[in-house]
T-cell receptor, first 112, second 112 residues
């Protein structure tokens, strides 16, 4: 079956530091890959997505590239801000599958 | 529009009482609808999904149930709440044929 593994947190960074959150997956076929962000007390927001190999999703300074050869979709941001403090979830959805498979989530705290 | 309305936003209920969480969505017809739960400090668990009116699939056996009386309405219910039902409940949607799932703002349930 499908599964997503993402690096365990919590991750604590200083403002303007570089952020990487690793995500690897196991799936049949060619899934679509997603990163969601959950700010404190809120629901999940779609941060970015990629639907095929070598696609790069980007939004709000975050980027992730769909790497089929390494089955990875690592999230990166070059210079984080305090407002980026949140929980980040990696997820996948296989073609013809109705549901998302989520990673466990990574809590990121950015200090001023 | 991907608007998803969930209510109530916050709920405190005694053990053994009933539950009804409602979700309505706007936008295209025949969306796929989902209920997820997020327990404190844990990841996301898919509870139910629906591909059409009256069509409900349960992912996890428990004392919760779901119904879809109208195309854009999805209700999560329980006849008797347990302490372990406490958590953050998220309604979500994806458009028919689409691969992206969008989430509502969530409902906080505390069973006391």
């Amino acid at each position: 079956g499908n599964s997503v593994t993402q690096m365990e947190g919590p991750v604590t960074l200083s403002e303007e530091a570089f952020l990487t959150i690793n995500c690897t997956y196991t799936a049949t076929g060619y899934p679509s890959l997603f990163w969601y962000v959950q700010y404190p007390g809120e629901g999940l927001q779609l941060l970015l997505k990629a639907t095929k190999a070598d696609d790069k999703g980007s939004n709000k300074g975050f980027e992730a590239t769909y790497r089929k050869e390494t089955t990875s979709f690592h999230l990166e941001k070059g210079s984080v801000q305090v407002s980026d403090s949140a929980v980040y979830f990696c997820a996948l959805r296989s073609l013809n599958d109705y549901k998302l498979s989520f990673g466990a989530g990574t809590t990121v705290t950015v200090r001023a | 529009s991907q608007t998803i309305h969930q209510w109530p936003a916050t709920l405190v209920q005694p053990v053994g009482s009933p539950l009804s969480l409602e979700c309505t969505v706007e936008g295209t017809s025949n969306p796929n609808l989902y209920w997820y739960r997020q327990a404190a400090g844990r990841g996301l668990q898919l509870l139910f999904y629906s591909v059409g009116i009256g069509q409900i699939s349960s992912e996890v056996p428990q004392n919760l149930s779901a119904s879809r009386p109208q195309d854009r309405q999805f209700i999560l219910s329980s006849k008797k709440l347990l302490l372990s039902d406490s958590g953050f409940y998220l309604c979500a949607r994806s458009d028919w044929g689409g691969n992206t799932i969008y989430f509502g703002e969530g409902s906080w349930l505390t069973v006391v």
